[in-house]
């Protein structure tokens, strides 16, 4: 999800303290913003809308060959 909202996620940081040398995963910018966390919610729905409605066809289709 990081790619698809242009964020970079994880990389090192620090933890109580303790340096955490994480690979950074993703390109983009380092901050979120609240735009960005909208935009993960929204392609979130969307693809648990695909799920669902893939799972309904796959339901359909069996029900029909019994």
């Given amino acids: 999800m ?3 909202l242009g964020l ?3 990389g090192p940081r ?3 303290g303790t340096l955490i040398d ?3 995963m993703g390109d983009g ?3 979120a913003t609240a735009a960005d966390i909208r935009a993960a ?3 979130y729905r969307r693809a648990d809308a695909l799920l669902i409605a893939l ?3 796959v339901a359909g289709v ?3 060959t019994g």
């Fill in 62 to 64: 069996l029900i029909a």
């Fill in 14 to 16: 620090i933890y109580a």
């Fill in 8 to 10: 970079a996620l994880a």
């Fill in 29 to 31: 910018r380092r901050d």
């Fill in 41 to 43: 919610l929204a392609l």
């Fill in 55 to 57: 799972l309904g066809v």
């Fill in 22 to 24: 994480d690979a950074v």
């Fill in 2 to 4: 990081a790619g698809a």
